[in-house]
Protein backbone atom coordinates (compact mmCIF):
# COMPACT_ATOMS: atom_id res chain seq x y z
CA UNK A 1 0.00 0.00 0.00
CA UNK A 2 1.71 3.67 -0.71
CA UNK A 3 1.57 6.02 1.70
CA UNK A 4 -1.00 8.23 0.34
CA UNK A 5 -3.29 5.64 0.00
CA UNK A 6 -2.13 3.93 3.70
CA UNK A 7 -2.83 7.65 5.33
CA UNK A 8 -5.91 7.50 3.60
CA UNK A 9 -6.76 3.92 5.22
CA UNK A 10 -5.64 5.70 8.60
CA UNK A 11 -7.66 8.45 8.37
CA UNK A 12 -11.33 6.87 7.11
CA UNK A 13 -10.34 4.03 10.03
CA UNK A 14 -10.09 6.70 12.97
CA UNK A 15 -13.25 7.98 11.38
CA UNK A 16 -14.67 5.01 11.42
CA UNK A 17 -13.96 4.40 15.24
CA UNK A 18 -14.76 8.27 15.98
CA UNK A 19 -18.49 7.34 14.82
CA UNK A 20 -18.55 4.11 16.84
CA UNK A 21 -17.37 6.12 20.13
CA UNK A 22 -20.75 8.63 19.55
CA UNK A 23 -23.21 5.84 18.74
CA UNK A 24 -26.19 5.67 21.35
CA UNK A 25 -25.18 3.99 23.94
CA UNK A 26 -28.21 2.00 24.88
CA UNK A 27 -28.36 0.29 21.38
CA UNK A 28 -27.44 -3.35 20.95
CA UNK A 29 -26.99 -3.02 17.70
CA UNK A 30 -25.81 0.20 15.15
CA UNK A 31 -24.46 0.56 11.38
CA UNK A 32 -22.14 3.42 10.60
CA UNK A 33 -20.76 4.76 7.61
CA UNK A 34 -17.74 7.37 7.06
CA UNK A 35 -16.57 8.64 3.54
CA UNK A 36 -12.80 9.55 3.22
CA UNK A 37 -11.51 12.66 1.53
CA UNK A 38 -11.78 10.86 -1.67
CA UNK A 39 -15.23 9.60 -1.31
CA UNK A 40 -14.45 5.98 -0.37
CA UNK A 41 -16.82 5.10 2.59
CA UNK A 42 -16.53 1.97 5.09
CA UNK A 43 -19.42 0.53 6.77
CA UNK A 44 -18.84 -0.43 10.69
CA UNK A 45 -21.67 -2.81 11.73
CA UNK A 46 -21.62 -3.38 15.89
CA UNK A 47 -23.77 -6.04 17.89
CA UNK A 48 -23.79 -6.02 21.62
CA UNK A 49 -25.35 -8.19 24.29
CA UNK A 50 -24.55 -8.61 28.00
CA UNK A 51 -21.01 -10.36 27.30
CA UNK A 52 -20.45 -9.98 24.10
CA UNK A 53 -19.94 -7.65 20.95
CA UNK A 54 -19.85 -8.64 17.07
CA UNK A 55 -18.44 -5.73 14.77
CA UNK A 56 -18.05 -6.43 11.15
CA UNK A 57 -16.17 -3.65 9.09
CA UNK A 58 -16.60 -3.26 5.39
CA UNK A 59 -14.43 -1.58 3.00
CA UNK A 60 -15.19 0.37 0.06
CA UNK A 61 -13.39 -2.55 -2.07
CA UNK A 62 -16.01 -5.05 -0.14
CA UNK A 63 -13.28 -6.51 1.78
CA UNK A 64 -14.48 -7.42 5.09
CA UNK A 65 -12.72 -7.71 8.90
CA UNK A 66 -14.74 -8.88 11.85
CA UNK A 67 -14.45 -9.56 15.77
CA UNK A 68 -16.37 -11.61 17.81
CA UNK A 69 -15.34 -11.21 21.73
CA UNK A 70 -17.27 -13.15 24.53
CA UNK A 71 -17.21 -12.13 28.32
CA UNK A 72 -17.42 -13.45 31.96
CA UNK A 73 -16.17 -13.43 35.14
CA UNK A 74 -14.19 -16.82 34.44
CA UNK A 75 -13.16 -16.30 31.40
CA UNK A 76 -13.05 -14.45 27.82
CA UNK A 77 -12.46 -15.12 23.59
CA UNK A 78 -11.97 -12.87 20.75
CA UNK A 79 -11.77 -14.34 17.41
CA UNK A 80 -10.50 -11.76 14.76
CA UNK A 81 -10.89 -12.28 11.33
CA UNK A 82 -8.82 -10.32 8.56
CA UNK A 83 -9.53 -9.30 5.41
CA UNK A 84 -7.29 -11.22 3.87
CA UNK A 85 -9.21 -14.33 5.33
CA UNK A 86 -6.24 -14.81 8.42
CA UNK A 87 -8.24 -15.59 12.16
CA UNK A 88 -6.58 -15.05 15.01
CA UNK A 89 -8.16 -16.10 18.53
CA UNK A 90 -7.50 -15.34 21.85
CA UNK A 91 -8.59 -17.29 25.21
CA UNK A 92 -8.46 -15.98 28.64
CA UNK A 93 -9.06 -17.86 31.85
CA UNK A 94 -9.51 -16.40 34.97
CA UNK A 95 -8.48 -18.00 38.53
CA UNK A 96 -8.74 -16.01 42.23
CA UNK A 97 -4.81 -16.34 41.86
CA UNK A 98 -4.48 -14.91 38.15
CA UNK A 99 -4.92 -15.55 34.74
CA UNK A 100 -3.79 -17.52 31.35
CA UNK A 101 -4.74 -16.25 28.02
CA UNK A 102 -3.37 -18.24 24.96
CA UNK A 103 -3.66 -16.22 21.70
CA UNK A 104 -3.52 -18.22 18.15
CA UNK A 105 -2.37 -17.80 14.70
CA UNK A 106 -4.48 -18.85 11.58
CA UNK A 107 -0.80 -20.95 10.84
CA UNK A 108 -1.50 -22.15 14.48
CA UNK A 109 1.62 -20.58 15.89
CA UNK A 110 0.33 -19.73 19.79
CA UNK A 111 1.58 -17.56 22.50
CA UNK A 112 1.20 -17.56 26.26
CA UNK A 113 0.94 -14.84 29.33
CA UNK A 114 0.30 -16.49 32.40
CA UNK A 115 -0.31 -14.39 35.55
CA UNK A 116 0.15 -14.96 39.17
CA UNK A 117 -1.46 -12.83 41.45
CA UNK A 118 -0.38 -12.33 45.11
CA UNK A 119 -1.61 -9.86 47.83
CA UNK A 120 2.26 -7.96 47.38
CA UNK A 121 2.24 -7.54 43.45
CA UNK A 122 2.02 -9.99 40.58
CA UNK A 123 4.52 -11.88 38.18
CA UNK A 124 3.63 -12.39 34.12
CA UNK A 125 5.35 -14.93 31.95
CA UNK A 126 5.00 -15.15 28.63
CA UNK A 127 6.10 -17.38 26.09
CA UNK A 128 6.41 -16.53 22.80
CA UNK A 129 5.21 -19.08 19.26
CA UNK A 130 9.18 -19.83 19.49
CA UNK A 131 9.08 -21.12 22.73
CA UNK A 132 11.44 -17.90 24.05
CA UNK A 133 10.01 -16.51 27.73
CA UNK A 134 10.24 -13.01 29.55
CA UNK A 135 8.98 -12.41 32.96
CA UNK A 136 7.83 -9.24 34.85
CA UNK A 137 7.30 -8.57 38.10
CA UNK A 138 5.24 -5.69 39.48
CA UNK A 139 5.21 -4.42 43.01
CA UNK A 140 2.10 -3.77 44.75
CA UNK A 141 1.67 -0.13 46.19
CA UNK A 142 -0.26 3.23 45.84
CA UNK A 143 1.09 5.06 43.26
CA UNK A 144 1.30 8.05 46.28
CA UNK A 145 3.41 5.85 48.25
CA UNK A 146 6.01 5.28 45.41
CA UNK A 147 6.14 9.12 44.56
CA UNK A 148 6.71 9.91 47.94
CA UNK A 149 9.86 7.26 47.29
CA UNK A 150 10.95 8.30 44.50
CA UNK A 151 11.38 12.13 46.08
CA UNK A 152 12.99 11.00 49.05
CA UNK A 153 15.24 9.08 46.86
CA UNK A 154 15.94 11.85 45.02
CA UNK A 155 16.99 14.19 47.75
Known sequence: MHTAQRSKHLLLTALLASLSMFAATGASAR?????GPNGKTAT???DREKGSVTSTTTGSAGKTRSRTAERSKAAASASVTQRDGDVVQRETVRTEGGST???TSSSGKSATAETTRTETGST???TG???????VEHERGTLAGKVKERRANKQ
Open 124 to 126: TTV
Open 129 to 135: ANGKTAT
Open 101 to 103: TTV
Open 44 to 46: RSV
Open 31 to 35: EDTAT
